[in-house]
């Protein structure tokens, strides 16, 4: 089980997350959704441990995050995090070092993410020249190569095209039919939300003013949710 307990994040004297609880469990996928600036990113990168909470805690299996629990937690960013002047299957065997996974171990894992998400014939390609659809794919293969427990999806679907799209989500099917995961993904987008998602969350101002299961809710009452908290700060 992934946990915030009470987290609350300050950058400056500015709260980004104020107060924060939320658990996730192994087989669940949660979609977080919120305006811009109402902390999403600050609380997925609290989430893999790569910022730390100002207040409160993050648990993982009720251990803080150590620096072992990072290899448990894959972070898909805005950032892309890979080498523009490597090709893809070099950035993914420098990653697959950094993240100690064997190298057999990485070979059957290469073939199985780069069939699924039909980039195969892109791996010996330089980053910098793929198109922001091939980048995403590969910023996919990167994040699962190590076979992380959790999956954090700051929004993977953002400005790519339907095929793109297609591809990442059977990717993230083909993940849940082989293990428990726990992902949780943000989204401007409700309809993906509701369609992947079997909880929903709504940030306001750095707190969390909505949670529930995807078949107690409707894209009505998040929208409610959203509109009732409109402009509200921390
Ligand atoms: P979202 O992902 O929902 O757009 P963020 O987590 O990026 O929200 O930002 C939440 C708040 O924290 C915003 O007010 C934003 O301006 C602020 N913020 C985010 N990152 C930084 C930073 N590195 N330094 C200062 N303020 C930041």
């Known amino acids: ?38 902390g999403k990113t600050t609380l997925l990168k609290t989430l893999a441990g790569l910022l730390k909470p100002t207040q409160g805690a993050v648990r993982l299996s009720g251990q803080p995050i150590s620096r072992e629990a990072k290899g448990r937690i894959g972070l898909l960013s805005h950032e892309p995090m890979l080498y ?22 990485m070979l059957t894992r290469v073939d199985l993410l780069a ?3 039909e980039i195969e014939e892109r791996l010996d390609e330089p980053v910098r020249v793929l198109s922001q659809g091939f980048r995403q794919r590969a910023a996919f293969m990167r994040t699962l190569l190590h076979t992380p427990e959790v999956v954090l999806l700051d929004e993977p679907f953002s400005g790519l095209d339907t095929n793109a799209v297609q591809r990442l989500e059977s990717v993230i099917d083909l993940m849940r039919d082989l293990r428990e995961y726990i992902v949780v993904f943000t989204t401007h987008d409700l309809s993906k939300a509701f369609e992947m998602a ?37």
């Open 1 to 38: 089980m992934l946990e915030a307990i009470g987290v609350s994040r300050r950058y400056g004297w500015r709260w980004a997350l104020k107060d924060l609880n939320l658990s996730v469990s192994p087989g669940e996928t949660l979609a977080l959704l919120g305006k811009n600036g109402s």
């Open 84 to 105: 523009e002047g490597l090709t893809v299957r070099e950035n993914l065997e420098y990653f697959a070092r950094l993240f100690d996974v064997e190298r057999e171990e």
């Open 115 to 117: 069939g699924t998400l």
């Open 198 to 234: 079997e909880r929903i969350a709504v940030l306001a101002g750095g707190r969390l003013v909505y949670e529930e299961d995807v078949e107690n809710s409707s894209e009505e009452d998040v929208s409610a949710a959203f509109d009732e908290y409109a402009g509200g700060s921390a």
